[in-house]
């Protein structure tokens, strides 16, 4: 959990001084709820040229699905679009050619494009002669010129690049002709770098006045009747700046923020009780191994080296528990990815544990095993070595005078079972079924709900309705029985929709699922329920095992009073029988 935790939520960008980052943003005070906005790129060109408190800031958007046309084979890929300062700005390095530049912006240069490493594996099989070849976007032509090294994964968490395009050379021939010059066209971000000794409440007072001018400048540049009509939205907007070291603002990062802070809370309860449990074993053993301390305390040992070895147990316990986190990170991390987000999630978070990972394992692991060995090694320091001895000689000579162990049960009563079991079985009454009179024909019929309830037990019913059928399917061609109705919610629908405005009427879910039925409930409620069974089922494993470390502990003090094992396990069979029973009846 808290890998998914430290890379969706805590990692910064892999740049150069991503502290130093900060995106140029906006919120309505109309749609509290919406991520931000966006400016023109009129807008973007006021902020570069006119600010003095950033030292760089480049502006980006998405390109969308590009069909990518390399050899004569053709493959979607997503694009970005970017101003040519985009790198420079971040500090990103570069795993083979050269990235964007300024001169990349010009009018007059010819389209550029930069693979993302995972793209450049993946489409070109890492081959370094892709440099300086052609690759047809859609229908337009760009030039490869470098590669941006592995760490790198975008701008924003959830959307990864394959392919970055110079945003001057490039933009008209993906978003249309005139969008660099369109000022009411609000659909690009902005991310710059503070200077040295610039806070953001100071980039945020100077760049107020700019912002202000980026409006104006666009409400000038909308037909009058439209300006109007949205003066009061955009009388609600408010210029805001905040930390973008972990990148952009993110969609994907806002959904899954309070999901994981709620998990990581479960996570942590359930080590805490999981390290209450271990304590509990770990006092039990301690408690049924107190003759063996005692007789250790007697002939010199110390207590600080009893000490250290509960300790370094405790500790072993704790590491291999770490190391199984370790190994499952990955996986359970893939897995909630997947149901929260899809593929998305998978391309845009790796799951391999790295040196933060590692070095909260170890600090979770380490004061893991502090705690676990602290019950026990208290007990240790109250433990008297004559007590110990006297307990040890009193058990010994109560096992000689016991006679030997018996086995769980006897004979008698094992031959009793399967008596008792026909007994119960020749004592089942028979049922007579009811003779069905059926005063109609049809081509289909329909029995809903019946009145007939047959009484008796579960395997009784079965025969009932078996014989029901049985009766009915030489004179039909096809007879079936089941308890619950196929449609959602129990419901029967007939009728026909031969035209749009009967369609209309349909359900809602059924004119969005196609009439799936059960596959449109699955498709609805499967996620829920699949994590509600992970709960339930981690909750159900949280009581068996304190329920059984109750059993062990009561097993301990009963064989250190001098308990047989025979007697022992017959106890505690019995006892789990019992809580099992209760808890099926519950």
Not at 24 to 30: K, P, Y
Not at 138 to 160: C, D, E, H, K, P
Not at 325 to 352: D, P, T, Y
């Amino acid at each position: 959990m808290f890998t998914l935790i430290h890379r969706v939520l805590l990692k910064t960008l892999p740049v150069s001084e991503p502290e130093q980052l900060v995106e140029l943003g906006c919120v309505n005070t109309n749609e509290p709820d919406k991520l931000g906005c966006n400016t023109s790129y009129p807008g973007f060109r006021m902020f570069r040229d006119e600010n003095e408190v950033l030292s760089g800031l480049f502006a980006f958007a998405p390109a969308g699905e590009l069909n990518a046309i390399y050899n004569g084979e053709a493959e979607l890929a997503t694009g970005l679009l970017a101003t040519g300062d985009m790198h420079n700005v971040l500090g990103v390095s570069t795993a083979l050619g050269r990235l964007l530049n300024p001169s990349d912006d010009a009018a007059s240069a010819p389209p550029v494009a930069v693979l993302s490493h995972s793209y450049w594996q993946r489409r070109f099989g890492g081959d370094a002669r892709v440099i300086g070849q052609i690759l047809r976007l859609n229908t337009s032509a760009v030039t490869i010129v470098g590669v941006t090294a592995a760490a790198f994964r975008g701008i924003t968490l959830g959307a990864s690049p394959d392919i970055t395009l110079a945003m001057g050379s490039s933009a008209e021939l993906f978003r249309g002709r005139g969008i660099l010059e369109n000022g009411g066209n609000w659909w690009l971000r902005i991310i710059g770098r503070r200077k040295d000794g610039i806070s953001i409440q100071e980039v945020q007072a100077s760049l107020e006045p700019i912002f202000q001018r980026t409006i104006e400048h666009s409400m000038s540049s909308l037909p009058a009747e439209f300006a109007s009509r949205i003066r009061g939205y955009v009388s609600g907007i408010r210029f805001r700046v905040q930390p973008a070291a972990a990148g952009g603002a993110s969609e994907f990062r806002r959904d899954l923020d309070r999901p994981l802070r709620i998990l990581m809370a479960v996570v942590s309860f359930i080590l805490l009780i999981a390290c209450a449990d271990l304590a509990s074993l770990l006092l039990s053993r301690t408690a049924a191994r107190r003759c063996e301390f005692g007789v250790r305390l007697a002939i010199g040992a110390g207590r600080s080296r009893l000490a250290r070895q509960l300790l370094t147990e405790s500790l072993l316990l704790s590491a291999m528990g770490g190391a199984l986190g370790l190994m499952m990170a990955q996986w359970s991390g893939s897995v909630f990815l997947k149901m929260a987000s899809g593929e998305i999630g998978l391309r845009a978070v790796e799951l391999k544990p790295d040196v933060p990972v590692f070095l909260f394992t170890a600090t979770v692991a380490l004061l893991s095993g502090i705690l676990l060995g602290l019950g026990p090694i208290l007990h240790l320091t109250k433990a008297d070595p004559q007590a110990a001895l006297r307990d040890m000689v009193r058990a010994a000579a109560e096992v000689q005078k016991r006679p030997q162990d018996r086995p769980f049960g006897s004979t008698t009563s094992r031959s009793r079972w399967p008596g008792s079991a026909s007994g119960v079985l020749r004592r089942q009454p028979r049922r007579r079924v009811p003779d069905l009179y059926l005063p109609m024909q049809a081509s289909l019929l329909l029995v809903a709900n019946p009145t007939i309830s047959p009484a008796g037990k579960f395997l009784e019913r079965n025969y009932y309705w078996l014989e029901i059928m049985a009766r009915l399917r030489p004179g039909v061609t096809l007879a079936q029985a089941q308890a619950t109705l196929a449609l959602p919610f129990h419901q029967w629908l007939e009728g026909t929709a031969s035209n749009d405005e009967e369609r209309a009427n349909l359900p809602e879910l059924l004119l969005r699922e196609g009439a799936g039925g059960l596959d449109a409930l699955r498709r609805h409620f499967s996620k829920p329920l699949y994590v509600l069974m992970l709960l339930v089922g981690l909750i159900l494993a949280i009581a068996c095992a304190n329920i059984a470390n109750l059993l062990l502990a009561r097993a301990a003090v009963r064989a250190a009073l001098g308990a047989g094992r025979g007697r022992l396990a017959a106890q505690f069979l019995t006892e789990s029988l019992v809580l099992a029973g209760l808890g099926f009846i519950a």
